[in-house]
């Protein structure tokens, strides 16, 4: 039996699979923004330069979980999706990755900008 890359993007199957798992939790949902599902591939580029490759699980106007191979450490990243015309990059910081089946991970955090762009920018 072949093991997958512990550094491999995880597939749909794997969302899935996660997503089956935590959803059967009862509780309410006490979230302030609507999100909307979104299973995308994703790049995490951390502060120290390391790519971790992920599949976006949800995103709202404020912040975007996701599901990856690996712990990320809480702080900011780049976050970069695309689709078949464009490439998306966002700055994100994490507020949160915990553990899940399989050895992945789930996290999520909120947007900050686009890279390069200035946070303190009152206009």
Known sequence: MKTP???SR???????????????????NLRTHERIELTVPAEITTQRGNNVA?????????GIGMLHRGSVSLG?????MASESREYCYRVAIEW???????????GGKFLGKPGASEDSDE
């Open 5 to 7: 890359d512990p550094w």
């Open 10 to 28: 995880p597939n749909i199957h794997d969302l899935r699979t996660v997503l089956e798992s935590i959803e059967k939790v009862d509780g309410t």
């Open 54 to 62: 992920a599949m976006t699980r949800e995103i709202s106007r404020y």
């Open 76 to 80: 900011d990243v780049t976050v970069k």
């Open 97 to 107: 990755c915990v553990p899940c089946d399989n050895g992945m991970f789930i996290s």
